[in-house]
């Protein structure tokens, strides 16, 4: 291994290790002080994990969308998560779909910079018309009916940005 593959290899462990130790500190400063809201916001971590798996895409020269995927469905699920932790997670009893819209999107992403066979788009677009389908059927409540319309609006912006590439 040559002199600058390995100070990279080392920078890249060493950045993971700095990471670690200030998330450590952080949540021992929450604990120690007795604050205890700091652990609402675990799914922050979710994030840099997702953010890891696209920078494996990035950085690999064999670029499998698999990565790009698991980093996409990761970094949307986080997003989910943090709202459910601030606030409720009784609110995943209206908001369960936005799972199947995750994979739709993650799917959607690997169609984008990855396989490009129609079938992989197809799938993506198929997970999130039934996600708007579910919150459609299954929505009891009223106060969540504009998810449907953010939900549809994307799938048609991410259909045509498709359609013209």
Same mark, same amino acid.
């Given at each position: 291994?040559? =002199?600058?593959?390995?100070?990279?290899?080392?920078?890249?462990?060493?950045? @993971?290790?700095?990471? @670690?130790?200030?998330?450590?500190?952080?949540?021992?400063? =929450?604990?120690?002080? =007795?604050?205890?809201?700091?652990?609402?916001? +675990?799914?922050? %971590?979710?994030?840099?994990?997702?953010?890891?798996?696209?920078?494996?895409?990035?950085?690999?020269?064999?670029?499998?969308?698999?990565?790009?995927?698991?980093?996409?469905?990761?970094?949307?699920?986080?997003?989910?998560?943090?709202?459910?932790? @601030?606030?409720?997670?009784?609110?995943?009893?209206?908001? +369960?779909?936005?799972?199947?819209? *995750? %994979?739709?999107?993650?799917?959607?992403?690997?169609?984008?910079?990855?396989?490009?066979?129609?079938?992989?788009?197809?799938?993506?677009?198929?997970? *999130?018309? %039934?996600?708007?389908?579910? @919150?459609?059927?299954?929505?009891?409540?009223?106060?969540? +009916? +504009?998810?449907?319309?953010? %939900?549809?609006?994307?799938?048609?912006?991410?259909? =045509?940005?498709?359609?013209?590439?």
């Amino acid at each position: 291994m040559s =002199d600058h593959s390995h100070s990279l290899a080392f920078g890249s462990y060493a950045r @993971l290790g700095i990471l @670690l130790t200030v998330i450590g500190v952080i949540l021992a400063f =929450d604990t120690l002080t =007795d604050l205890s809201y700091l652990y609402r916001f +675990w799914p922050l %971590l979710v994030t840099i994990l997702g953010i890891g798996f696209i920078g494996i895409y990035v950085r690999r020269s064999r670029k499998e969308a698999v990565y790009i995927g698991i980093g996409t469905y990761l970094i949307s699920f986080s997003g989910l998560a943090l709202y459910c932790s @601030l606030t409720s997670w009784t609110a995943l009893a209206d908001l +369960w779909p936005l799972f199947i819209t *995750m %994979l739709g999107v993650a799917t959607l992403s690997g169609y984008l910079y990855g396989n490009r066979e129609p079938v992989v788009l197809l799938t993506g677009l198929l997970f *999130m018309s %039934l996600s708007i389908l579910f @919150l459609f059927v299954f929505g009891t409540r009223t106060h969540l +009916w +504009w998810t449907v319309f953010i %939900l549809a609006g994307v799938s048609f912006f991410i259909f =045509d940005k498709v359609r013209q590439s």
